[in-house]
């Protein structure tokens, strides 16, 4: 019989017994049987497809980039249409699933306080062209990082130092903006993990290592900021040393008040001792120039005035400080070779004065935190302080252990000022005398009497800390005759707002 014929036989048969709507499938079912369907289109059940998925045999077919059996449809909803495998990613087309993609470490950072959360010029491929600066906040920002599938993330921020220690992160390391200060000179490997939240299973890390270096005040030794002043805010301490430490012209012990003062945050550069010497006519100043206002007869006396009409460059040329005769690579290296005398001329020229001793001490000891050093009580090291010749990392001594002013910000005092011990010597006001226990109010000793010459303070770039009764000390003091230059002795200038 065709298949035809037995088709609509079967189809008059089940017309009158079965409901129309079942009627077809049936009919059609038993035509599958027989081989007589030959379209299963209809068939309430998909006939099994044949594709095999894995192990088992899968009527939807295989999931897309897969070898499972493919989910029912209508779980996820595409472009209007139901779709087995997803939607393609940031589209409404069904499209195959997406792998899990690892987080992206963005990382940028300024060296300025940020305005606003942009503010992060640098990044690892386009860092300052000078590195960062000791003792300036590092400010750290992860924000820029993502996850490829909108998840949320996670950060972690280490920073080693250059003798490998982690360095304190402010506010705390998992901050997407965070910060850290730099305290020494050197290379800081800095860090950056990002993690999916809520799991370590996707982690990628990105890290950049960061030049910390000295930045000269400025190449040309004048400009902003060598000239600058830092505040001292005045009052009392103990000046000298306890009977047990230090030498004997430290003694004894007595109570020193200051007015407050400023005073120039790095010693005197060449640079700056050049333009002076530019507008300097040699003629000396009016009696009185140049006076602490409370200290009376501490200021110019006329007679002085020959002093400065000498040829300062004989001195400055022959005792073999950091001085060129042309304008070079010391701009911003100390002055030395000069004498008392001239280092007050230029104070005056620059509308200031010399420290007395008492206000060189009381910022150099902290004032009522009476340090041993500027930086505290610890010993010095190369990060601290310029001396011993150990700058340039070489035994021996060499014009390279007499670096540019400000290059171990390390050893800054309580109120910044830099270089307070070693690198040179620095110039007092004072005449040098022993000590009395008399208490010192805003004092200086101006008894003049030829032998004892005038006050240095600091300690240099060429001695040793020998055992820690070294001239580094806050305490430690010397003096020598005004008129005599070294090469190990500068100065810096004072004033009293
Ligand atoms: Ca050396
Ligand atoms: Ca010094």
Not at 23 to 28: D, E, H, Q, S, Y
Not at 36 to 53: E, Q
Not at 131 to 150: I, M
Not at 203 to 216: I, K, R, W, Y
Request: charged fraction near 20%; charge should be negative; glycine fraction near 10%.
């Amino acid at each position: 019989m065709p298949s035809h014929a037995l088709r609509l036989m079967c189809q008059a048969n089940f017309e009158r017994a079965v409901p129309s709507s079942l009627r077809v499938k049936i009919f059609c079912c038993l035509g599958w049987l027989f081989g007589a369907c030959s379209s299963g289109s209809v068939c309430p059940a998909t006939p099994r497809s044949g594709l095999k998925c894995g192990d088992a045999m899968c009527d939807a077919g295989c999931a897309l980039g897969g070898d499972a059996c493919a989910p029912p449809a209508g779980d996820v909803e595409c472009g209007g249409a139901p779709c087995d495998a997803g939607c393609a990613p940031d589209t409404d087309v069904c499209g195959p699933p997406v792998a899990d993609l690892p987080p992206v470490a963005k990382l940028r950072f300024g060296l300025r306080s940020p305005q606003s959360p942009d503010d992060y010029p640098f990044t690892p491929d386009a860092p300052p062209v000078d590195g960062a600066e000791p003792r300036l906040t590092v400010y750290l920002s992860a924000a820029d990082s993502f996850d490829p599938e909108g998840q949320a993330i996670s950060v972690y921020w280490n920073v080693q130092d250059p003798n490998g220690q982690y360095v304190t992160i402010d506010p705390d390391p998992s901050a997407a903006r965070a910060s850290f200060l730099p305290l020494f000179v050197g290379s800081y490997a800095i860090t950056l993990e990002v993690f999916e939240s809520g799991g370590l299973k996707q982690l990628v890390q990105t890290m950049f290592t960061m030049m910390v270096a000295p930045h000269p005040c400025a190449p040309d030794g004048f400009s902003t900021p060598c000239s600058d002043e830092l505040a001292v805010p005045g009052g009392t301490f103990m000046a000298g040393s306890t009977d047990d430490i230090g030498f004997p012209n430290e003694h004894p012990r007595h109570l020193v008040n200051v007015a407050p003062f400023l005073m120039d945050k790095y010693e005197v550069t060449v640079g700056r001792f050049r333009r002076f010497l530019a507008n300097f006519s040699g003629d000396g100043f009016p009696d009185g120039a140049g006076a602490h206002p409370l200290i009376p007869g501490s200021g110019w006396q006329s007679p002085w005035s020959g002093q400065t009409s000498q040829d300062f460059m004989i001195s400055i040329r022959e005792c073999g400080g950091a001085w060129t005769d042309d304008v070079g690579a010391s701009e911003a290296r100390p002055i030395s070779c000069i004498t008392w005398y001239q280092a007050l001329a230029f104070c005056i020229a620059e509308g200031r004065r010399l420290p007395t001793e008492a206000e060189w001490e009381f910022a150099a000891a902290g004032g009522s935190e009476e340090r041993v050093y500027p930086w505290g009580n610890d010993p010095p090291t190369v990060d601290r302080a310029v001396y011993g010749c150990k700058f340039d990392g070489q035994d021996g001594c060499s014009n390279d252990d007499l670096p540019v002013v400000g290059s171990v910000p390390g050893g800054a005092g309580r109120w910044g000022h830099l270089d307070l011990a070693g690198s040179v010597w620095e110039w007092i006001l004072d005449v040098y005398a022993p000590y009395s226990d008399a208490i010192c109010d805003n004092c200086a000793n101006l008894n003049v009497t030829p032998e004892e010459g005038r006050v240095f303070r600091g300690g240099d770039f060429r001695f040793d800390d020998l055992a820690q009764q070294t001239d580094l000390r806050a305490a430690s003091r010397l003096g020598f005759d005004a008129k005599f230059p070294d090469q190990t002795r500068g100065f810096r200038c004072a004033r009293t707002p």
